[in-house]
Structures are given as structure tokens and as C-alpha cells.
């Protein structure tokens, strides 16, 4: 067991610092791909409000009926638009996701050699008799990574559920489009 409780204070508190170091990483790159989500959003509404405008501005410029209505279906152009940032959009996700797994496979994997040192730090000058105090030791610290890989799992799962709804948005924003673009050319 260690020495002294020093030693396990410290060993307990590297512990600690790393899973909130791992914690600030993921924090980190989610707020980034939020950023990129937003600055998304902003281009592609400020994208479609000109777009409109200028159609609009067509349409009530137009000198005949026909040229009105070309100037409405420019507004399906951002129909297309839409296609376009549901691309963008997915991209930015799968970016986020693969930066995301990445960053918690190597905190993982820094995890499991860490704690394996610690274990064999608390196991190696175990005194007679101390056997029970060892095993509190080793459930505790396996508690612990337990509870880290449970957190890496449930947020795969949460970025995995959001990739499939955004995945199931772009496929009905497609078939919105396709769906008006036929009803267009009738």
C-alpha cells in the first residue's frame, strides 16, 4: 500500500486532475462545434434574407405576370440552399464526432495505464493483514474509471442519436426539394 497518505492524497489527486483535464477537452471541442453551428446558421439565414429580398425586389419589378413567377421560383433556389447547409451542417458534426472519440480514446487509453499504475503502486508494499484495505482501494479506483467510461459512452450515444436526426432532417429537407422542384415544372 503507499507509505503514507501523502502518497495516496497525491495519486488520488492525479486521478482527479486528469478526468477534469479530459472533462475540459470535450467541453472545449463541443463549444467549438457549436461555434461552427451557429456561424453556420448566422451565413445561411443572412444568405436566405438576401435572397428573399432580392426576389421580392424582382417579383415587384417585374412587368408582366411571367416574369413575376420567374422571379418566385428564385425562391426555391434556397430550397437548395437548404440541402446545402443540412451538407455543411452533417459535416461539422461528423468533424465534431470524430475529434470528439479521438480526444476520449486518448484520455481512455491515458485512463487505463494510469489507474493500472496506481493499482500496482497500492498493491506492490501491501503489509500482512492489509489484504481487505487493498481490495477497498482497487473497487474504489475501479469505480471511478467505471463512472469515466460510462460518461465517454453516454455522450457517444448522445452524439450518435443527434448525427441520426440531423441525418433523418436532411433526408426530409432532400425530399422537400425534390418535392418542389417536381411541382414546379408541372
Do not use: C, W
Amino acid at each position: 500500500m503507499f507509505q503514507n497518505p501523502e502518497q495516496f492524497a497525491q495519486a488520488t489527486k492525479a486521478l482527479f486532475e486528469f478526468q477534469l483535464e479530459t472533462f475540459n477537452t470535450l467541453t472545449s471541442k463541443a463549444v467549438q462545434g457549436l461555434e461552427q453551428v451557429v456561424q453556420l446558421n448566422m451565413s445561411t439565414a443572412r444568405t436566405g434574407i438576401e435572397n428573399s429580398l432580392a426576389a421580392g425586389r424582382d417579383a415587384s419589378q417585374a412587368a408582366d405576370p411571367k416574369a413575376a413567377m420567374a422571379a418566385a421560383s428564385a425562391k426555391m433556389h434556397n430550397l437548395t440552399n437548404l440541402v446545402g447547409y443540412n451538407q455543411q451542417l452533417s459535416q461539422i458534426i461528423a468533424d465534431i464526432h470524430n475529434e470528439f472519440t479521438r480526444a476520449a480514446d486518448a484520455h481512455l487509453a491515458e485512463a487505463k495505464s494510469n489507474l493500472s499504475a496506481l493499482i500496482y503502486d497500492v498493491t506492490k508494499n501491501v503489509r500482512p493483514g492489509s489484504e481487505n484495505a487493498v481490495e477497498i482501494v482497487k473497487a474504489a479506483i475501479d469505480n471511478a474509471f467505471k463512472g469515466y467510461e460510462q460518461v465517454t459512452t453516454a455522450t457517444r450515444q448522445a452524439v450518435a442519436a443527434f448525427e441520426e436526426q440531423l441525418a433523418q432532417a436532411a433526408t426530409l429537407a432532400d425530399r422537400q426539394a425534390a418535392a418542389n422542384a417536381e411541382q414546379n415544372k408541372s
